[in-house]
């Protein structure tokens, strides 16, 4: 299992700050986020992805996985062919679509057969360019918030061109154990996000809240050295994306500390899984 990081929380930053980033980090590459205000973005992809991808590989860095925006997620989309095409002429196998988002009134199994026709264009558009399509296992009012609910929009797919993205810290604020979540998308497991989170009080008036709050990787409910056992165990071999997200920081050079620090102790549960 190799260690990139996801680009998201450094908007702005050019090829070089983020190869620099990665370099300090000791990480292998990228999970780059193609994403309006960054040096990659949807309007410049063919032409600004393969002068990002160079510089990378001047220092002996790649592209794992494209994320793109969280609203991408119609294959008919003006920007996808563009952007599916940059990536196979790069080489860079996965991309990470967005999200489809439950509405109170609209039929549950409606919407995922809608779900399902979209991503049927997404795995058509695989087999053309030879890029697997990523669906994120995102908490809260997502479709396919834990690996169950993803599974009904993914199934049957070919694991080829349709994958899972995995978040162990999101199937935990929905409360699916990883083990069993790992079980039920092994067919499809193509990546894993890193982060942690945990839920703090607050009183509003006589009752009290749960906020979340993304923290640092040995504070939150998941016990990264028992989830790299588990990923180990079901066989991942992949990619761990860093996201970097933080509820007490938000600038970059905040966010770049805390990584070192979270990519310190994951290659220590890496190291004593081995």
């Given at each position: ?105 609209r ?13 049927g ?14 669906v ?54 193509a ?34 050295r ?22 007490a ?21 890496l190291?004593?899984?081995?």
């Open positions: 299992m190799n260690l990139v990081v996801f680009t998201k929380m450094f908007q702005g930053w050019s090829a070089a700050e983020l190869a620099d980033l990665a370099l300090g980090l000791g990480v292998s590459g990228f999970d780059l986020a193609v994403r309006a205000g960054h040096c990659v973005n949807p309007d410049n992809v063919g032409r600004a992805l393969p002068e990002a991808a160079e510089v990378f590989q001047g220092q002996g860095l790649s592209v794992g996985l494209v994320t793109t925006e969280t609203s991408l997620t119609d294959p008919g989309e003006g920007s996808v062919r563009t952007i599916w095409r940059a990536c196979a002429d790069q080489g860079i196998r996965n991309v990470k679509i967005g999200y489809w988002r439950w509405e109170k009134g039929g549950y199994w409606e919407r995922v057969s809608e779900i399902r026709q979209a991503l264009g997404f795995e058509s558009l695989g087999r053309e360019f030879g890029v697997r399509t990523l994120h296992t995102h908490s809260g009012g997502s479709y396919g918030s834990n690996c169950s609910g993803l599974m009904d929009l993914i199934e049957g797919f070919d694991p080829e061109f349709v994958g899972a993205y995995v978040d162990p810290a999101h199937l935990g604020l929905g409360g699916e154990p990883l083990p069993m979540g790992l079980d039920i998308v092994k067919r499809y497991l990546m894993v996000a890193v982060k942690n989170a945990r839920r703090l009080p607050t009183r509003q008036e006589t009752t009290t809240v749960w906020k979340t709050d993304w923290c640092l990787l040995r504070e939150g409910f998941v016990d990264w028992s989830a790299v056992r588990e990923l180990g165990a079901a066989g991942y071999d992949g990619l761990l994306s860093l996201h970097g997200e933080y509820s920081v938000d600038e970059p050079e905040q966010v770049q500390r805390r990584l070192v620090e979270d990519a310190g102790y994951l290659r220590e549960a190291s004593a899984a081995s």
